[in-house]
């Protein structure tokens, strides 16, 4: 075609592209776009914008129709055209990853950062997408040189032990380190398996970087997938595994184990399993951190001192919180903690006793556990008295008669077989309403459930079972409804039943047991309502939404005024809402409940309009909330004349800091931690700068800076988009290789604002890595360029 009819069609086609454009007429808009760039490339800084529009709202309209290989083939067609163009790149990663394609979404993520690092969509799309394809504790464990150094020994002695012809099956490989144990051992051959797609495309790098591509074979399976032939040729003489949490079982280590003896080892007296057995050990502990997790404590009002900060003798508003004891709802028998990271510390109550003993070398022994034949008792003997908030357990593994790794949180020195790995937290039981005095004994029962150890509390003396009793409101008459003492004390515990007390009615979510437990926020709610109560017109407030974790704040306004509150919950805590307001004597039918997943097409369709509105927009991982922040414009819609949100502004304040605790659950920091092997490169593209739910009180950070503020935001007015240079004073000369952010949250401007850097905060604290660190010196000022989109903080240093 000669130039002149090429560009006559490049024309018409432009023209039409852009008819269909302004029409909403996507798919014929985007085919006529490709004509014209095709023809005429030259277009393309002039047509990028509308080109890469056109393209994402025909892009939703097939993946809408499920036309998933048309959607493909028109991306496909994009990037001929704008290869490095980080939309398209996002956009494409975006419906991969919709799909369930994660490692081609997260490709695609990695392309778009590339083409450009400030595009903050990608930035967001990939650092999540490598948190889900590369759990973080791989960087942990992988970093601790003390558990890398035993396994190694270990499987060393055992390929040795067997000598020539030994084949190795590791079972949840991830990065294929066992393997190279086995391999360096001189093992004939290695068959590793891991179920995640993610970690065998990293296992294949490590293991052809390494050199032993020749005798191991990487299998992209479950090992009760395994089928011999097919799979592998025959039975193996050596199963390596570290499919261990803090609750020792709850990786499903006893499953693979089981059909490993069954299928797919050797059945000989020579034939071993690296860990060979385990030992758990428990102890009750008391911990207020622990107990304010699970548990609403006595809730507090509001002191003389913020009311007069208020502005006046406020009113009382009369709703009694503790009319009713809250629980935590729980859905897995325990929870983990770094006890050495707890803020406030923990104390023993009794000496720590053995638990249970586990053989992995005895398939009998571990189908007993598994299918809840076999449990054990224990009793503790009370050595100071307090309140039990949990017991807790760890783990001895022993990976063979020689070598022993444990996950204690005590501070023992390393015997010559016992070793302290520091990549395990402890696992958590919490308790409820078990109060010990010196000389009193606790009894448990140990067992498996569901492939997890749970702990039930089987006996303690009836002083402890009448207190508990008399705390949760259940009178004698109660206890006798049906229900003995001797049946009372041998309950068994799940997310109803707390540990020999029944609180059907009062579990809500964690989340709202830590709220209601943060004293700041409770205080400043109480005065915001009394404030409220006092100088508004009554008239004038008729109707609230409240979208906090619990409605605390219009359960308030409810006792004291005639008006209607619409609750937003994200799980069941309707019951027990309703209860409460029973018991402070408010009528139910002024209270309505509305599901979080209801919440956006309820404001786009409903014409109520509240007066006061209050959001909670920061999740308890320090993580400000996307979904609240970008409904604000719909909010604002939906206030009365006059309305309000709450709160009314949040300040982000950062502090630069320095820790090696970050750089170790960060990347895998170098060949010495993995004993020589060639691992970091290629786990280390996983790594993310972003990290939440941390204390920083207890993290172990050297300050660099004073606190300073980075931006606000005003809920009253669009804050979607901010982008701004801060400069941030250094107050001590060193590294930094961490920014830590927190808020300071304004509820209303008569009131304190509130941090969540306080030491009792439900929020947490996070923070945003530099790579490499920061040079900093005493009195000299660090510039970053911070900026914020829909919720998500990025901050990048300007210089060094």
């Not at 490095?84 to 990853?97: A, I, T, W």
């Not at 010990?436 to 498996?448: A, F, H, M, N």
């Amino acid at each position: 075609m000669k130039p002149e009819a090429c560009l006559e069609v490049a024309n018409k086609s432009r023209r039409q592209a852009e008819f269909y454009f302004e029409k909403g007429n996507a798919g014929r808009a985007f085919a006529h776009f490709l004509v014209a760039l095709k023809l005429c490339p030259s277009w393309k800084t002039e047509v990028n914008q509308q080109f890469v529009t056109t393209l994402c709202a025909w892009g939703e309209t097939l993946d809408q129709q499920q036309r998933y290989k048309d959607l493909f083939s028109c991306y496909e067609q994009a990037l001929e055209i704008f290869p490095d163009n980080e939309e398209v790149l996002n956009n494409l990663g975006s419906h991969l990853y919709r799909w369930g394609h994660t490692l081609e979404a997260c490709n695609y993520f990695h392309k778009a950062v590339a083409s450009n690092n400030r595009f903050l969509p990608a930035v967001r799309n990939l650092q999540g997408c490598c948190n889900l394809l590369v759990e973080r504790w791989h960087y942990r464990m992988l970093n601790d040189s003390v558990r890398n150094d035993a396994y190694r020994a270990a499987i060393t002695r055992r390929v040795v032990q067997q000598g020539t012809g030994t084949s190795v099956l590791d079972i949840g490989t991830g990065t294929g380190l066992l393997s190279l144990f086995a391999s360096e051992a001189r093992a004939e051959h290695v068959f590793a398996c891991d179920c995640s797609p993610a970690m065998i495309k990293i296992a294949s790098q490590v293991v052809e970087a390494n050199a032993a591509g020749k005798n191991v074979t990487l299998l992209n399976k479950m090992s009760t997938d395994i089928v011999i032939p097919t799979d592998i040729p025959a039975r193996v003489s050596l199963v390596v595994t570290e499919t261990v949490d803090a609750g020792l079982l709850g990786e499903g280590i006893l499953e693979s184990l089981i059909h490993a003896w069954e299928h797919l080892l050797i059945p000989s007296a020579d034939v071993r399993v690296v860990p060979q057995s385990a030992t758990v050990w428990m102890a009750p502990i008391q911990c207020l951190h622990i107990a304010k997790k699970y548990r609403v404590l006595e809730m507090f009002s509001a002191t003389d001192e913020m009311q007069m900060e208020a502005g006046n003798n406020l009113q009382q508003t009369g709703f009694d919180f503790n009319k009713l004891q809250m629980v935590a709802k729980r859905d897995e028998p325990y929870d983990t903690e770094d006890l050495n990271m707890v803020p406030g510390g923990y104390r023993f109550l009794a000496k720590p006793r053995k638990a249970l003993d586990i053989r992995f070398d005895n398939c009998k022994d571990m189908s007993n556990w598994l299918t809840g034949l076999k449990q054990t008792e224990v009793s503790f003997e009370c050595i100071e008295p307090g309140h039990v908030d949990a017991i807790v357990a760890w783990f001895d593994l022993h990976l063979d008669d020689i070598t022993t790794l444990s996950s204690t949180p005590q501070a023992e020195d390393d015997s010559d077989n016992l070793h302290k790995a520091s990549c395990w937290d402890q696992a958590v039981f919490p308790l409820q309403h078990v109060q010990l005095k010196q000389g009193d004994r606790l009894s448990i029962s140990v067992s498996c459930h569901g492939g997890k150890i749970s702990v039930n509390v089987s006996d303690y003396d009836m002083d402890t079972l009448e207190l508990a009793l008399q705390s949760s409101s259940i009178s004698k008459h109660e206890e006798c409804d049906g229900v003995n003492s001797k049946e009372m004390k041998m309950m068994t515990t799940d997310s109803e039943i707390m540990y020999g007390i029944t609180f059907e009615d009062s579990a809500i979510p964690q989340e709202a047991v830590r709220f209601l437990n943060d004293e700041c926020w409770m205080k400043v709610l109480d005065t915001t309502a009394k404030y409220f109560c006092q100088k508004a017109n009554h008239n004038q407030i008729c109707s609230v939404l409240d979208m906090c974790p619990f409605p605390v704040l219009g359960l308030h306004l409810l006792k004291k005024q005639q008006l209607n509150v619409k609750c937003v919950y994200t799980c069941p805590a309707v019951d027990v809402i309703k209860r409460l307001s029973q018991l402070n004597c408010i009528t139910a039918d002024r209270i309505e409940y509305l599901d979080e997943k209801y919440l956006l097409e309820y404001l786009q369709q409903s014409k109520s309009r509240f007066d006061i509105i209050i959001v909670h927009p920061v999740d308890q991982t320090g993580e400000l909330k996307e979904n609240v922040l970008n409904i604000l414009p719909l909010l604002r819609s939906s206030l009365a004349d006059g309305g309000i949100i709450l709160p009314q502004q949040i300040s982000i304040y950062g502090q630069l800091i320095d820790s090696d605790w970050l750089k170790e659950v960060s990347h895998v920091l170098d060949d010495s931690r993995t004993c020589g092997f060639n691992i970091a490169p290629f786990i280390n593209v996983y790594q993310v700068p972003r990290h939440l739910d941390l204390n920083l009180s207890t993290l172990g950070v050297s300050l660099v800076s004073s606190a300073s503020e980075l931006f606000q935001l005003n809920l009253d007015r669009d804050c979607s988009n901010i982008t701004q240079i801060v400069t941030v004073p250094a107050t001590h000369s060193g590294k930094a290789n961490a920014l830590a952010y927190w808020y300071d949250i304004l509820i209303h401007e008569a009131m304190p604002s509130i941090s969540t850097r306080h030491h009792s905060s439900h929020v947490n604290q996070a923070v945003i890595l530099f790579e490499p660190s920061l040079s900093v010196s005493e009195l000299h000022c660090v510039q970053l360029r911070v900026t914020f989109h829909q919720g998500f903080i990025y901050v990048e240093p300007l210089h060094n």
